[in-house]
T-cell receptor
Framework: ETGVTQSPTHLIKTRGQQVTLRCSSQ?????VSWYQQALGQGPQFIFQ???????GRGNFPPRFSGLQFPNYSSELNVNALELDDSALYLC?????????????FGPGTRLTVT | AQSVTQPDIHITVSEGASLELRCNYS??????LFWYVQSPGQGLQLLLK??????LVQGIKGFEAEFKRSQSSFNLRKPSVHWSDAAEYFC????????????FGSGTRLSIRP
């Protein structure tokens, strides 16, 4: 059984640029959640997708957007990058239709904004 | 407002010694509670969870946690730590079945003394 995978592993962008991060959910999971983890902090919930629809959103501005595809993989897009967007971005999948049930995390994408 | 407090930023214990990591939450109703572990450069792995029922829950890797409603606590314990337990530990709470309400603590870094 393949776990949650994320790409790329690391990324360096310049302030003002746009970035797309990708996530493949665990087999059989139809729900994907995205988190931002700044250095030395716990993860913060960005949003969740279930069956290609946004299903809950945390306190993040609209320049953070996402997509979920029919195969349940997902993308996180961030426009107009700011220095404070530098963080580890984690994707988690779960078999339930939304909810805080068991979430299985990928290894993350480390984004550095200069 | 919902919150999670992990009062210990960094703990060092000797290999073979017992461990207790503290977690306090703030929420009016019965929460969903989780402990996750994160090794350097890795995603989060679920150690255990509490939804309802028996307040002492067993997890993977020999960890257990006890939900104490009167103290709003969900402390993580292990009777004998191994060098491989060195990692960052996060307590998390979900207010209901909505993932948008899951809150992570700021984490406790565990170091193991040989």
């Amino acid at each position: 059984e393949t776990g949650v995978t994320q790409s790329p592993t690391h990324l360096i962008k310049t302030r003002g640029q746009q970035v797309t991060l990708r996530c493949s959910s665990q087999s059989g999971h139809n729900t994907v959640s995205w988190y931002q983890q700044a250095l030395g902090q716990g993860p913060q919930f960005i949003f969740q997708y279930y069956r290609e629809e946004e299903n809950g959103r945390g306190n993040f501005p609209p320049r953070f957007s996402g997509l979920q595809f029919p195969n349940y993989s997902s993308e996180l897009n961030v426009n107009a990058l700011e220095l404070d967007d530098s963080a580890l971005y984690l994707c988690a999948s779960s078999p339930e239709s939304g909810g805080v049930y068991e979430q299985y995390f990928g290894p993350g994408t480390r984004l550095t904004v200069t | 407002a919902q919150s999670v407090t992990q009062p210990d930023i960094h703990i060092t214990v000797s290999e073979g010694a017992s461990l207790e990591l503290r977690c306090n939450y703030s929420y009016g109703a019965t929460p969903y509670l989780f402990w996750y572990v994160q090794s350097p450069g890795q995603g989060l792995q679920l150690l255990l969870k509490y939804f309802s029922g028996d307040t002492l829950v067993q997890g993977i890797k020999g960890f257990e946690a006890e939900f104490k409603r009167s103290q709003s606590s969900f402390n993580l314990r292990k009777p004998s730590v191994h060098w491989s337990d060195a990692a960052e530990y996060f307590c998390a709470v979900g207010a209901d079945s909505s993932a948008s309400k899951i809150i992570f603590g700021s984490g406790t870094r565990l170091s193991i003394r040989p």
